[in-house]
């Protein structure tokens, strides 16, 4: 099982029962209060990434990445070597920098504000550096939907809504490329574009012919990707009663429902930990396979 974006709308809805204004309005509050909790509770390697970037000659401060939320390594290459940075109070970088007196390869690295570290001692040279660190993934309430087109007439613009003929469902256009659009997911109303076809990634059947409300362009639906996220994906449970908590705190639901969504969160939080600490950081030839006592 997985969830596309408006399908996991849909479920809290049926979850609970609650299609009130208000409340479908804040369905995004809820999946990313699920999602910001889950971010906390494990520490899966899908929230690691890498990226290379380069210190300049006399300039002891290095831009975090957008996304950045903090440190696994920082690694520099000079000549002939790579080696990895220590980590130390910002304190501690400025004064090492005082204390050697003059430019030259960096030991260490802290984080100086919140946009940039900063290396010490200064660099004497433009190093290439790869920073390997935790990130916030995108939320799949912010993931768009793409459409490929075919017989497009006219120019779609991005922010305008586009109106599907058969389906009577309206969306708002994030992008435009050619023979694409990018929808936003969030901006869908009336009975789910195209939802029979989304995430196939396969010609359609029956096509439909789209129409964009400010510029008029037309086209007809040809492919279409799905609006999905790892979680949706791979972890679809603890996303649905994640959400279903956060929504059922809104909703001041009774007490005995809360409870029992927040355990069935904690059992598909404890299976999502047990692959990131105990199975995704190890394989079977160096350790064997999980030991655990029978029941």
């Known amino acids: 099982m997985s ?54 000659n006399g300039d002891p401060f290095l831009s975090c990445p957008t996304d950045y939320l903090s440190s696994f ?47 010490g001692p200064t660099p004497d040279s433009n190093y290439t550096v ?18 490929t087109l075919s017989g497009v007439t006219g120019t779609f613009t991005a922010g305008e809504y586009i109106q599907g003929s058969t389906s009577g469902t309206t969306a708002q256009v994030a992008s435009v490329a050619t023979n ?27 096509t439909e012919t789209i129409t ?7 086209a007809t639906t040809s492919q279409i990707t799905n609006d999905k996220s790892w979680l949706s994906d791979n972890a679809p449970n603890a996303l649905l009663y994640g ?4 929504a059922y705190t809104y909703m001041k639901g009774e007490q005995d429902m809360m409870q029992l969504y927040e355990q069935r969160f904690a059992q598909e939080i404890q299976r999502l930990k047990d692959l990131a600490e105990a199975r995704e950081n190890s394989d079977a030839y160096r350790r064997g396979l999980p030991d655990r006592p029978r029941t």
Do not use: M, W
């Not at 959400?243 to 956060?246: G, M, R």
């Open 73 to 119: 390594s920082l690694q520099i290459t000079t000549a002939g070597s790579q080696d990895f940075l220590l980590f130390k109070d910002v304190n501690f970088v400025q004064q090492y920098h005082l204390d050697k007196g003059a430019n030259g390869v960096p030991k260490y690295y802290g984080i100086y504000d919140v946009d940039n570290f900063i290396v």
């Open 212 to 218: 964009g409300l400010s510029s008029s362009a037309t």
């Open 130 to 147: 790869e920073l390997h660190y935790y990130y916030r993934p995108e939320s799949i309430c912010d993931k768009t939907l793409q459409i």
């Open 243 to 246: 959400s279903l908590v956060e």
């Open 180 to 206: 694409i659009v990018n929808i936003t997911p969030r901006t869908i109303s009336g009975s789910g574009f195209l939802s029979a076809n989304r995430g196939t990634g396969t010609s359609y059947g029956t």
């Open 3 to 56: 969830f596309t974006y408006t399908e996991l709308q849909d479920a809290i809805k049926n979850f609970t029962e609650n299609e009130e204004t208000s409340f479908v309005t804040n369905l995004p509050v809820f999946i990313r209060g699920a999602e910001d909790r889950i971010f906390t509770l494990v520490d899966l390697e899908l929230f690691r990434k890498n990226a290379t970037s380069a210190l300049s």
